[in-house]
């Protein structure tokens, strides 16, 4: 038994008006859950209310600021799974040596949103509750010009393990995504499909993963009371590419 019904369970996604989070919502929501999701900005937050339609909240908030976090984990109450799924920081897509140092820094923004998100979270959480936090396959999966994702990646993931040790038995998982089509690409404009079908030629799975794949993964670690402390790869098995 892995008790799959998140039926009167409170779930809050933060990073959760597009793209993966959003995916994850939707799928909690049709396991039963309550859920609560997060973002910044006005033009998600619409659109993720368009798509809810009812079946789950919309909030504002920045996985940076205490404030607007801590209004939402109030609102919620007692807290059964906390999900991370925000970008969180600017990345620069270069070589490690042709960045500036606040360049590569900028990236950690990432990690410290989730700690944020983490440490303002934690006194709400159930007894039995779960933090699901999203990574990325860079973080152990180099490319040239991919230092600051491999780094705050890996930074991620290991803040993740620590917490599963230090917080158990609430449990705390990691989904590693690949190259996933979501709103993160569309900075790539008319480029974007073949783009993606560019970075994932050498795939095992040879194309971009959705939302929805990811989301079944974060939904596993969820529901499964006895997974804590790993990751969940759904990465069309870019890591042994
Ligand atoms: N897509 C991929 O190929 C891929 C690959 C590896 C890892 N990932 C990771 O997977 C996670 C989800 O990415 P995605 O592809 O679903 O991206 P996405 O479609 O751009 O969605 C990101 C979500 O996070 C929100 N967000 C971003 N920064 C935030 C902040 N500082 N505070 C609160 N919310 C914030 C966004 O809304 P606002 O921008 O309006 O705040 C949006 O709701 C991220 O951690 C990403 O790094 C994605």
């Known amino acids: 038994m892995t008790g799959n019904d998140l039926t009167g369970k409170k779930v809050v996604i933060i990073g959760g008006t597009a793209g993966i989070g959003l995916a994850a919502a939707q799928a909690a929501a049709a396991a039963g859950a309550q859920v609560w999701v997060a973002g910044r900005s006005q033009e998600h937050i619409d659109n993720a209310k368009a798509l809810a339609n009812g079946a789950f909240e919309v909030r504002q908030a920045d996985t940076h600021n205490e ?37 590569f820094k900028a990236a950690f923004d990432k990690l410290w949103g989730y700690g944020k998100v983490v440490r303002t979270g934690a006194p709400y959480l159930a007894s039995d509750g779960a933090i699901t936090i999203v990574s990325g396959s860079p973080a152990r999966k180099v490319a040239i010009g991919q230092s600051p994702l491999s780094c705050v990646g890996a930074a991620v993931e290991n803040m993740s393990r620590c917490l599963a040790v230090e ?26 499909q073949a783009n993606l079908s560019a970075m994932t030629a050498n795939h095992l799975i040879k194309r971009a993963g959705t939302s929805e794949e990811v989301a079944a993964g974060i939904l596993f670690v969820m529901q499964n009371k006895f997974v804590t402390g790993t990751t969940v790869d759904v990465d069309g098995g870019r890591l042994l590419s």
Not at 84 to 102: H, I, M, N, W
Not at 169 to 192: L, Y
């Open 167 to 192: 917080m158990a038995p609430i449990r705390v998982n990691v989904v590693s995504p690949g190259t996933v089509n979501t709103a993160m690409f569309d900075f790539m404009g008319e480029q974007k």
């Open 67 to 103: 404030q607007e976090l801590e209004a939402i984990f109030k609102e919620v109450g007692t807290i059964d799974h906390l999900v991370s799924a925000a970008v969180g920081g600017e990345r620069t897509l270069k070589p490690f040596l042709e960045q500036t140092e606040d360049q």
